[in-house]
């Protein structure tokens, strides 16, 4: 049968996640609902366009839904938990993927024994690349962890971990994509300060991140050696290597992380 799925929260993460299901054959639009809030008419209308219900009744989400992603930004979870808390009846499973907001806090405005998991997707998830870690709730089953591990494995990796890394972790891979997208927009006007056309600049940016990245996974070999074989003797890498440690881009990248990993921490005790 297939897998009905519930969003409440139409927004970016949703949309992301709702393309990348349906792509990879693991639901249908038709068994797809998804709410936002009534003032949101764009991401209404987006829903209804992918051809899944659109609403703006959160109880109805949980209702027509096997499971309930909740998608709305960190400080609407405690009004949409008191909504539905009386329909999300266990064994329904309520997946969050909002910032830090922790396992503790989302139960304890649930119904005894609910069944939850917290989860970090990122937008790739969109072109089935996406990186998703969670971590289960204390009612969660086995059951449970195996369905969220598919169904996030259907648009890219999926990681069981403690709770404890999870802020951390929407600080790397949640937010990660705009980390990525910013390198690719400044190394495209750099080609473009050159000479080059945007449209090449940015490809050659693009497949040069992908393959490295490729590099990484599939080599198993720690980034530093592999950008050790890229540097030259007297060549023109290592000017540049000069030039990125000169202007501090690992501590920059090191600092981004920490304001991300703060915010997402500060959203939870909000
Ligand atoms: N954007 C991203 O890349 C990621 C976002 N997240 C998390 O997902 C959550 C949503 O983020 P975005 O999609 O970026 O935000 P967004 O602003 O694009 O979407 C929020 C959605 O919630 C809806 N909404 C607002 N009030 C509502 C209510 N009372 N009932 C039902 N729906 C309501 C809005 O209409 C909108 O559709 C956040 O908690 C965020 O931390 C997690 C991973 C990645
Ligand atoms: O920026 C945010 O709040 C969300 C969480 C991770 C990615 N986007």
Do not use: W
């Not at 997208?181 to 050659?204: I, Q, Y």
Request: glycine letters at 8%.
């Amino acid at each position: 049968m297939a897998l009905k799925v519930g969003f409440i929260g139409a927004g970016k993460i949703a949309q992301s996640l709702i393309k990348g299901f349906t792509n990879a054959g693991l639901t249908a639009p038709q068994h797809i609902i998804a709410s936002a809030s009534k003032n949101d008419v764009s991401d209404l209308e987006v829903i209804q366009k992918l051809g899944c219900t659109a609403t703006t009744k959160n109880t109805a989400v949980v209702r027509q839904s096997d499971i309930a992603v909740l998608a709305v930004k960190p400080n609407i979870v405690p009004e949409v938990l008191a909504e539905i808390r009386d329909v999300l009846e266990p064994p329904k499973l309520l997946v969050s993927v909002a910032m830090g907001i922790t396992l503790r806090k989302l139960e304890s405005s649930c119904l005894e024994n609910a069944h939850v998991v917290r989860v970090m997707p990122n937008t790739p998830c969109l072109v089935a690349t996406g990186a998703t870690a969670f971590a289960s709730g204390r009612y969660a089953s086995e059951e449970d962890c195996e369905l969220t591990k598919s169904l996030f494995s259907s648009v890219g990796t999926c990681y069981q971990v403690p709770e404890s890394y999870m802020d951390v972790i929407t600080a790397i891979s949640g937010s990660g994509p705009a980390y990525m997208f910013m390198t690719l927009e400044a190394l495209s006007d750099a080609g473009v300060r050159h000479g080059l056309p945007r449209n090449l600049a940015l490809k050659l940016a693009a497949q040069t991140m992908l393959g490295s990245a490729k590099m990484v996974l599939e080599t198993g070999q720690h980034p530093a050696v592999m950008k050790g074989e890229v540097c030259s003797p007297a060549g023109c890498t290592i000017d540049a290597m000069h030039m990125l440690e000169k202007e501090g881009f690992r501590a920059a990248l090191m600092n981004a992380v920490e304001a991300a990993y703060l915010r997402t921490r500060e959203a939870g005790e909000e």
